[in-house]
């Protein structure tokens, strides 16, 4: 492992590189020493153990999917570079040269987004299932290879604060997610759920006044407190201390409001990994639902397209078990001019379809400002 300067490390990048950058530390890795490769988290966490005990690698990184059934690859590199973190201006960086889509389709189209947010809520008032999360895929054709890295460096230099990655090679797997499952480094766990959206914008007045609707909204705080309630379930078998706020807190990205809980733990066993703890929590109800079962199914159900890589988590994890993983959202999947974005809503009781819809099409601006396109989709 070599320790270089951020900003180096990030102009090292390319695919099918793998990049993984958080406020604090920006890591790059290179070659595959080895994949590991299991069709659940659980499994996942252990082979990777054992993998990078046997190749006495410094560490493993890698994206697992939102359906267990899709199965999960990391990789174990070749080379690894760290550096500390990355300087971010919070502004747009120099546009890559991409000109407009050739071709923009959401799937499902947005009159059917809004015919699905209904028949969940429908599902909601008549069944056990209290909350879902339903997505949008956005497909861009350009008539050019599009490339990862000037998206990479406008998502870092526009997301400060964000978890920002690139995993693999056609399709390569890009994004800007605020959220962190799981970082464990020692004894200390930390995990930082959201959910509860509100747009951001231009006009100061207006972006104030939703942040307080936000926070003073019942039915955004029920939607938070689900996952909060699960990501603490999961956690507190595993922990000696565990601190959850009574209440969250406003979280600011540069293109959505959140509610956001931090929450701390304590390890009672030093053991257990953070990927064993990813897995433990994965999916919460920020990207599936509650019960998580039913939710599973009905996303199933009303998404006309699969997940792939998006909903689930993205990250790295050393020898020693620490690691840091992120929830694979505000992202998109690359291949050569062909691009997926997703965004996706917690719907509960009392959710309106054409906030919803709304919500996602803000949430889709985090790629697109990246790409330096004007869309509202
Ligand atoms: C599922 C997504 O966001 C999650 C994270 C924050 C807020 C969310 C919400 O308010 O619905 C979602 O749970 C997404 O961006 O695709």
Redesign the pocket.
Known sequence: MTRRDASTILGDYRPPRSFFATESRTILCEGTAAHVHADNAVSLAERALAALDSQGAPLVVGAFPFHDKVGAALTIPETVEVGGGLPRSGARGPQPPLVPPSRVRSLPGRAEHRAAVSALTDRIAATGLRKA?L?RALDLEFAEPVPAELILRNLVRGNPGGYTFAVGDEPTLLGAS??LLLSREGRKVRSHP????ARRCADPAEDKANAAALVASAK?RA?HAM?TDAVAAALRPFCETLAVPPRPELVATPT?W?LGTPIEGVLRDPGVTSLQLAAALHPTP??CGTPTDLAREVIGELEPFDRGH??GMVGWMDVDGDGEWA?T??CAELAGSAMRL?????IVAGSDPVTELD??SA?FQTLLRAMGLELTP
């Open positions: 999360v997505a605020p959220e959201l959910a509860g959206s955004d939607e996952v959505m959140h920020a990207v998006y909903a929830v959202i505000r997703y965004a996706g809503g917690g919500e996602t949430k």
